[in-house]
């Protein structure tokens, strides 16, 4: 049932840097745009850092510079590598595997990890 595996995030000091992993199947990875998005309470959930099956990325212009996202599409794994990290990163990261290519579509997300910017 559990087809995305977060891990990574905690605490970490302004400044700090911290990765985030997510793995998925084979058969999801392979076909999915991976994505990381992010939420605070009461705000809406933000798109982060998504990345295409050929390598193409964007992010929100808030993180470009110091967030970094990439595949390992030998382990099906996705990162985002969060460096010079500041308060307002503060947020629950959920990792995002999405198919709208081919059928069957899916829209599947992660449990969510913690990630917490504090001195």
């Known amino acids: 049932q559990v087809q995305l595996v977060e891990s990574g995030g905690g605490l970490v000091q302004p400044g700090g840097s911290m990765r985030l992993s997510c793995a998925a199947s084979?058969?999801?990875?392979?076909?999915?745009?991976m994505a990381w998005y992010r939420q605070v309470p009461g705000m809406q959930r933000e798109l982060v850092a998504g990345?295409?099956?050929?390598?193409?990325?964007n992010y929100v212009d808030s993180v470009k510079g110091r967030f970094t996202i990439s595949r390992d599409n030998a382990k099906n794994t996705v990162y985002l590598q969060m460096n010079s990290l500041k308060f307002e990163d503060t947020a629950v990261y959920y990792c995002?595997?999405?198919?709208?290519?081919?059928?069957?579509?899916?829209?599947?997300w992660g449990q969510g990890t913690q990630v917490t910017v504090s001195s």
């Open positions: 084979r058969s999801i990875f392979s076909i999915s745009v």
């Open positions: 995002n595997a999405r198919n709208v290519r081919l059928q069957p579509f899916w829209d599947l």
């Open positions: 990345v295409t099956t050929g390598g193409n990325t």
